[in-house]
């Protein structure tokens, strides 16, 4: 990967001081990759459940940001640059996206010279990415055909213009609820490259260590909304060599090419389904799959190279410590429990079969079969846990680490 060292050096300068980090542990920190685990977006209804997220310069130096949306099944759909002058924050509705067709605007200072598109502030840089001239890099409002065709693929549904189809088949009778997450990496150039595409896309990245954000999912009809930081993802280029785990593992070939710190493998969490939090709990999951994925004949229901996926552990223990073992699910606990998509809403009452009203579970995400860029099981994983009270109020935040994807942990010994 070819690297601004200059670059990266006045980043690491620029946030020497109160910002501290350990790599490997993911912290709210400045970052060169953020990360949206899981997004809703009711396309039937104006007041709906909707995603709302941001993406901010820690920096007073000006940089390049690419966003990718990914469906449920991780087949990345729709790319996008968002250029941000020093210390700006861009804020993006995924249905004024997704509904409308409007991408935000933004555009550096060869492109908005008289900064009527991205004003600079007067403590902010503003300079010319020469490659964001022409279209499509300017983000022009999408067509109504390829609208139609996003609509589909994040609904489970057969895409109108290509006849397959890309996410999970999740939405009943005629509900439209698009389903997925996004990335967002620090890039040198506009391009239309994703990830997947790593001798293309690998090139772009840089290490500057200055993006930070947040996430809102709302629902007026509901009255209710959650939200919490981004997934903050650290560069550190001298950090890791080949073999080793990083974010975007899958994509190079387990080259480390990326420099991207891994997610964990293995979380706890709380869970209440009952009291107060009477709407119960479920968990916003994003799983790291094996491997690029490609949109899918409908007939299946999900990429043939890795659908379902599975689970190493889900011990679900009661507030007495005991934990659920086989015939204290209702029905059948099925072994092991699975968490079938890259990324999800899932209940603990309902899809991971807790027994218990209150308690704690533990989940191992990792892989019972191999990943190929590794050649072990240790995929990574982020979960958020989302607590309800029917409508009144809720909560959301992210859960506890107990791992990394370098230092997996084993599973729990079960009597």
């Known amino acids: 990967m070819r690297r601004n060292p200059g670059i990266a050096l006045a980043g ?3 946030l020497a001081g109160p910002a501290a980090a350990t790599i490997g542990t993911i912290d709210n920190v400045p970052a060169a990759t953020l990360m949206l685990p899981y997004f809703e977006v009711d396309l039937n209804n104006t007041e709906g459940v909707n995603t709302l997220f941001s993406i901010n310069n820690s920096a007073a130096t000006a940089v390049l940001a690419k966003v990718v949306v990914w469906s449920d099944q991780s087949v990345p759909v729709l790319n996008f640059n968002v250029y941000l002058t020093g ?3 861009q804020t993006i509705n995924m249905r004024d996206i997704l509904g ?3 991408v935000p605007r933004t555009a550096s200072d060869g492109q908005d010279p008289s900064d009527t598109i991205s004003p600079q502030g007067p403590l902010s840089q503003d300079i010319n990415f020469a490659s964001c001239t022409q279209l499509p890099f300017t983000n022009p409002a999408i067509s109504s055909s390829f609208r139609e065709h996003l609509q589909a693929w994040l609904t489970g549904r057969e895409s109108p213009a290509t006849h397959d ?3 999970a088949k999740k939405n009943a009778g005629g509900a439209r609820i698009a389903r997925g997450y996004i990335t967002v990496d620090t890039v040198s150039s506009c391009d239309i490259f994703f990830p997947g595409n790593w001798a293309t896309y690998g090139p772009t990245l840089t290490d500057q260590n200055v993006l930070w954000g947040d996430w809102f999912i709302v629902n007026p009809g509901e009255n209710f909304a959650q939200g919490d930081m981004l997934v903050h993802i650290e560069s550190c280029p001298s950090c890791f060599v080949a073999g080793d785990h990083t974010f975007y593992g899958r994509y190079n070939s387990g080259t480390a090419d990326d420099a991207r710190e891994p997610l964990p493998t293995t979380w706890a969490s709380r869970y209440l389904n009952g009291g107060p939090f009477n709407g119960g709990t479920s968990m916003l999951i994003w799983r790291e799959g094996n491997a690029s994925t490609a949109a899918y004949p409908c007939a299946l229901q ?3 190279s890795w659908y379902p996926l599975d689970t190493k552990q889900v011990l679900i223990f009661d507030e007495q410590e005991q934990p659920a073992l086989a015939g204290d699910c209702p029905g059948t606990c099925p072994d092991p429990i699975t968490v079938p998509n890259e990324a999800q809403r899932v209940s603990v009452a309902d899809d991971l079969l807790s027994p218990f009203n209150f308690g704690w579970i533990y989940l191992n995400l990792q892989h ?8 072990d099981d240790a995929a990574q994983a982020w979960v958020i ?4 009270a029917s409508g009144r109020f809720s909560v959301g935040y992210d859960v506890l680490q107990l791992d990394n994807a370098n230092d997996p942990a084993d599973p729990i010994a079960v009597p």
């Open 385 to 388: 846990v989302v607590m309800d």
């Open 165 to 167: 189809c890309a996410g």
């Open 12 to 14: 690491l300068l620029a």
């Open 100 to 102: 409308l067709g409007n």
């Open 87 to 89: 210390y700006d924050v």
């Open 368 to 375: 019972p079969d191999l990943i190929s860029a590794y050649g």
């Open 302 to 304: 999900g990429p043939p």
